[in-house]
């Protein structure tokens, strides 16, 4: 109709109040990662950035945003920008605040006074932090306390009270440890910056249910990247400190195998200057997994097939799937200490590379049941109705129909498994021993022969003890300070690599599956 | 109708309709297999006999009788789950009998003169108890609530082109073997510590830190599991009510996966109790009780660490002790592991499932 004004029912352009809280919460963000980098040592605290130290920086930064979100408070409660905050902040942030409120508290009164008063002090601003937040409207509850804490610490750092080379050994709690600068100042200022943030994520939202919900997204998605972070950091950590000497003496030569990569295919030589490997432990390794996955997988896969498609759901499903989840949970150790009690004694009575390969087999077999049952349950049921409806009998069925469409799921959990058992350590200590700097790699092929009494058949290289490269690590570490540093970065690396792309082929072929199998 | 238990038995593993001689055949390989079991255990040089009649007689019947010897084959297989964890409980309480019969209740009880002094004959797992307590609450501090928030972001939060990057990453990164942190820890963390914690760097706060975030990805993995199947029917109706996205998420999604969630958790915890060789790497030296007992600064090695460590050095007495904490440590996981599981029974049946 003529004359009909249009309103629009989501507002879609941006305004000034937003852009420029965006830009705010960008800042706040890069305060975050710069106080970790600074608490990781990339970024010592004294570097200097136009003439200021990088505490004072913080400091002002600080300060900076508390007094933004003083103006914003001011702004939205003042009404000249149009929010939509609740009558109260919650409950929840208010207990937070309030925790904030007791540690600052008492941190200050066990500073300045002596004997109890503390407690009182604490308590004293806790419940005044929890009044402040819970009290007033939302945009002032949100917005107050968060800008007192960024004030308070830019205070301390910009007037110097919290300086490098500040130091506290806390009396009270009497811990043996404390708190220096390098420490105390990245996390305040991590700390400081994220409740900053969440509160200018709020106002971003205009408050209300709205605002709760850009205010809780931005936590959390600092979080996982925080996450993330970390545990890439890992990876590239062991990555720098390990690859320049495992890759050392690396050529690519004309005929077969095509490369010479000494760390790898040669064993410790020693009182020589030639670059030495850790040959012993992959080989050692290697059999240990091909001696678990020959015993733990046909059981597995039997016992997932005789659960899914034979039994019947009872007492007897139950009492498999109890013990198999205990199996599961048992600590790793435990697999050892049973090697120890059982194996040991049964199998010669030393060390043995037999009883590395059966311990790392009990390990692996609930994670090959568990893996495979879920593979042959999501086989689907018209495959079987199918194949008994032709006349096939029920294990022909099974064993052309479901496992054949069971065993990408099958083949995804042993290659998992397999990631899993191959960078254990602790059983191995107790059944395997750790060797430190082996000259030789087991010959188990080389070793079977046959012998005139029981058990008739014997293979004296999977009866000794043999290298690894988990126990290697643990050697070099026992081994204090005679153990060689670059020679550990350098086996963890090389473990590092294997391990984890087991884990990356194992998940790849699960996504690719699983797109496959959703597809149908 | 009542039937014995052994008739049943003999059913399932046979099946209803058995061919032939397939049932004496099969009588026979049980038989065997039976029998190699027990030899194995009592005269472990002689079990190749009744292997090789095993051997023998599934050849035969594999080529016979295939589906009956599979079904059977299959079953022994399951069997072998229960007879494993059968096994490894039976000869942990056998390894640490002399340590209970000598010390009994003492392996739990402080000593005026100390804690820990295998010459001496002074056992007390105590303060291996206590720093195990420490380093998993501090691990769990860590791992439960960032795990879960993680957990969140991936299931809900993020966009589907960030989660199909960062799923399978965090997945891959669950795999870092725990020797790796643990060299990382010895080699880097205790020196860090040193500088900026005023501590000799050995402490149960470097520790927690570390097992919490190796725990981590298996929280995250877990819970994600548990949120992403939570019904996309439940949150839709949610949203048709108005409700943001976080107050969906708060109010339906989190208490719809509560028992996926909680379990998350009681697993991450269960890993941080069992973990070895990054405590063992970061906390090398000494065993005893801090003081005051809250001190996260100081160090000792706990139930795990302690194994590892005094294992290879140690008299049979020392043994026999060892195996006590392994009991010890196994009973607290494997109860860990049924408190998940009847809360997770529980739930199902609160909430209603098929879902």
New interface residues.
């Given amino acids: 109709m003529s004359g009909r004004e249009e309103a629009p029912l989501v507002q879609t352009a941006s305004t000034a109040f937003e852009r420029v809280a965006d830009g705010i919460l960008g800042l706040t963000v890069l305060l975050f990662v710069l106080a970790f980098g600074a608490l990781a040592g990339i970024l010592p605290l004294g570097v200097r950035l136009a003439g200021l130290t990088l505490v004072t920086v913080f400091g002002i930064a600080l300060g900076l945003l508390g007094s933004i979100l003083l103006g914003i408070a001011f702004v939205s409660r003042g009404g000249y920008v149009e929010t939509d905050p609740d009558r109260s902040a919650g409950l929840g942030a208010g207990l937070g605040f309030g925790v904030v409120g007791l540690v600052v508290g008492g941190v200050f009164g066990a500073g300045i006074t002596d004997g109890v008063l503390w407690i009182g002090l604490s308590l004293a601003l806790g419940l005044g932090m929890v009044a402040l937040t819970v009290l007033p409207r939302e945009d002032i509850g949100s917005t107050v306390p968060p800008a007192l804490v960024a004030l308070l610490v830019g205070g301390l750092l910009v007037s110097g009270l919290l300086d490098i080379g500040w130091q506290w050994q806390p009396q009270a709690g009497s811990f043996s440890g404390g708190f220096t600068a390098e420490a105390t100042v990245p996390l305040l200022v991590a700390f400081s910056a994220l409740l900053s943030g969440w509160a200018l994520a709020k106002a971003r939202g205009n408050f209300g249910a709205p605002g709760r919900e850009r205010g809780a997204f931005f936590v959390v998605y600092l979080i996982a990247f925080g996450i993330l972070t970390v545990m890439v950091a890992i990876v590239a950590f062991v990555t720098s400190r390990g690859a320049p000497y495992a890759f050392r003496g690396f050529e690519i030569v004309a005929q077969f195998p095509f490369v010479k990569w000494p760390f790898v295919m040669r064993p410790f030589i020693p009182l020589t200057d030639r670059i030495t490997g850790i040959l012993p432990a992959i080989v050692g390794t290697v059999w240990l997994v091909i001696g678990a996955t020959v015993f733990a997988v046909p059981l597995g896969v039997g016992a997932a097939v005789f659960l899914t498609e034979y039994a019947e759901q009872g007492r007897f499903t139950r009492l498999v799937e109890t013990a198999t989840s205990a199996l599961w949970s048992t600590p790793s150790v435990v697999f050892g200490l049973f090697g120890a009690a059982f194996l040991i004694p049964r199998l010669g009575g030393d060390r043995s590379l037999l009883a590395g390969m059966l311990v790392l087999g009990f390990m692996l077999l609930p994670l090959v049941l568990i893996t495979s049952r879920e593979a042959i349950k999501s086989v689907p049921d018209e495959y079987r109705d199918a194949s008994a409806a032709l006349g096939v009998t029920k294990w022909e069925t099974i064993r052309s129909v479901v496992l054949p469409a069971a065993m990408p799921g099958i083949i995804t959990g042993g290659i998992l498994g397999v990631g899993r058992i191959a960078g254990e350590t602790a059983p191995l200590i107790l059944v395997l021993g750790s060797t430190l700097n082996s000259t030789e790699a087991v010959h188990v092929i080389r070793g079977f022969e046959f012998v005139m009494h029981p058990p008739f058949i014997t293979n004296e290289a999977i009866l000794t003890e043999s290298a690894a490269l988990p126990t290697q690590i643990w050697a070099i570490i026992s081994a204090g300070v005679s153990g060689s540093p670059a020679r550990g970065w350098a086996t963890a690396f090389i473990l590092l690599c294997i391990v984890l792309s087991f884990y990356a082929v194992g998940i790849a072929s699960r996504t690719y599956f699983r797109r496959k199998l959703d597809y149908e | 109708m009542s039937e014995s238990l052994l008739t049943n038995a003999y059913r399932?593993a046979i099946?209803e309709n058995p061919e032939g001689g397939a049932s004496v055949l099969a009588t026979v390989t049980a038989a065997s297999l039976a029998a190699a079991l027990v030899c194995?255990?009592v005269v472990?040089?002689?079990?190749?006999?009744p292997v090789l009649v095993f051997v023998a007689t599934t050849a035969v019947g594999w080529v016979k009788y295939?589906?009956t010897f599979?079904?059977l084959?299959?079953?022994?297989?399951?069997a072998?789950?229960?007879i494993?964890?059968g096994?490894?409980t039976v000869?942990?309480f056998?390894?640490a009998v002399p340590a209970i019969r000598e010390h009994g209740i003492d392996l739990l009880l402080p000593d005026a003169m100390g804690f820990w002094n295998p010459n001496a004959g002074l056992y007390s797992l105590l303060p291996a108890i206590w720093a195990t307590v420490i380093v998993t609450l501090i691990a769990g501090a860590i791992a439960g609530p960032?795990g879960v928030?993680?957990a969140?972001?991936?299931a809900q939060?993020?966009p589907d082109r960030v989660r199909a990057a960062?799923k399978?990453?965090?997945?891959?990164?669950?795999?870092?073997?725990?020797?790796?942190?643990?060299?990382?820890g010895?080699?880097?963390l205790n020196n860090?510590v040193q500088?900026?914690?005023?501590?000799n760097g050995a402490?149960f706060?470097i520790a927690g830190i570390v097992v919490g975030?190796m725990a981590?990805?298996t929280v995250?993995s877990v819970a994600e599991d548990a949120l992403s199947s939570v019904p996309e029917s439940m949150q839709a109706g949610s949203l048709a009510m108005g409700?943001?996205?976080?107050?969906t998420m708060k109010s339906i999604s989190i208490p719809a996966a509560f028992s996926g969630v909680s379990a998350a958790v009681i697993?991450g915890l269960?890993r941080a109790?069992?973990?070895?060789?990054a405590v063992a790497?970061i906390m090398?030296a000494g065993l005893g009780l801090?003081s005051?007992l809250?001190?996260?600064?100081?160090a000792s090695a706990t139930l795990?660490s302690l194994?590892?460590t005094q294992?290879?050095t140690a008299s049979e007495m020392t043994v026999s002790v060892?195996?006590a904490a392994?009991i010890l440590?196994?009973g607290i996981?494997?109860g860990?592991?049924?408190a998940s599981?009847y809360i997770e029974q529980r739930m199902y049946e609160r909430l209603g499932g098929g879902q």
Avoid: K, N
């Fill in positions: 399932s099946g194995f255990i472990p040089e002689y079990a190749v006999y295939q589906s599979a079904r084959l299959t079953l022994v297989a399951t072998a789950t229960v494993t964890l096994l490894i000869y942990l056998i390894s960032f928030l993680g969140l972001f991936i939060i993020a960062v399978p990453g965090i997945e891959i990164l669950a795999g870092i073997p725990s020797i790796v942190y643990g060299y990382i010895f080699r880097v860090f500088s900026t914690f005023l501590d402490s706060l975030v981590l990805p995250v409700a943001t996205r976080w107050q697993l269960g109790i069992g973990e070895t060789m790497a090398a801090p005051p809250w001190d996260v600064f100081d795990t194994i590892a294992y290879g060892l195996f392994g440590l196994f996981v494997t860990l592991s049924v599981q």
